[in-house]
Nanobody, 119 residues
């Protein structure tokens, strides 16, 4: 399975964006979003299981970001509201056999999409 993320762009603070991640085929993997800001380490944003159970990693996105999944379309979304300049980063989607396997040999990663939030 290959993943392709898209939907990034430039948005003003307070605005919204929706990122999408399309899988090339059906997958029951846990799907997640990570982000990496300039000069910082990659951090886990959110994940969603096949049965739609969600987990959020970064406290600052809770209540503003929503991860969702359409299994019929093999697509995962990240709805981002009330964006702040600190949300500026490259956002990556990934799939893993479980929530602890993001960096395992069986994990798959998309190419990333840039989100820039201006003040």
């Amino acid at each position: 399975v290959q993943l392709q993320a898209y939907g990034g762009g430039l948005v003003q603070a307070g605005g919204s964006l929706t990122l999408s991640c399309s899988a090339s085929g059906r997958t029951t993997y846990v799907m997640g979003w990570f982000r990496q800001a300039p000069g910082k380490e990659r951090e886990f944003v959110a994940s969603i299981m096949w049965n739609l159970i969600r987990t959020y990693g970064v406290d600052s996105v809770k209540g503003r970001f929503t991860i969702s999944r359409d299994n019929a379309k093999n697509t995962v979304y990240l709805q981002m509201n009330s964006l702040e300049p600190v949300d500026t980063a490259i956002y990556y989607c990934a799939g893993a056999p479980d929530g602890n396997g993001w960096y395992s040999d069986r994990a798959v990663w998309g190419q990333g999409t840039l989100v820039t939030v201006s003040s």
